[in-house]
């Protein structure tokens, strides 16, 4: 059985930080592209970062310079540090894990989500 459970959510005043993890289970995590994607209500959901097998990263434009998705395949965990955040940062947040190959087709699985709210 898969799992991906999100925890580090929470309030912050805006300029704060939060750290987000991703604690996967039932996948060869060291293989998949490990992304964090967001929603807030009446927007569609939104990629923010996501970093490759090999850890290659990327970024929306909006979380440059300010967020950094790292992993640790030991610990099977996907993280996101988030820095001087804004109140439009606040969604729910959601881990992804995405995997494709010839080998053993594709798997896309998500977490349950984890709610950041960022006051002005």
């Known amino acids: 059985q898969v799992q991906l459970v999100e925890s580090g959510g929470g309030l912050v005043q805006a300029g704060g930080s939060l750290r987000l993890s991703c604690a996967g289970s039932g996948i060869i995590f060291s293989i998949n592209t490990m992304g964090w994607y967001r929603q807030s209500p009446g927007k569609q959901r939104e990629l923010v970062a996501r970093i490759t097998s090999s850890g290659s990263t990327n970024y929306a434009d909006s979380v440059k310079g300010r967020f950094t998705i790292s992993r640790d395949n030991a610990k099977n965990t996907v993280y996101l540090q988030m820095n001087s955040l804004k109140p439009e940062d606040t969604a729910v947040y959601y881990c992804?894990?995405?995997?494709?190959?010839?080998?053993?087709?594709?798997?896309?699985?998500w977490g349950q989500g984890t709610q950041v709210t960022v006051s002005s």
């Open positions: 992804n894990a995405f995997s494709q190959s010839i080998l053993r087709g594709t798997s896309d699985y």
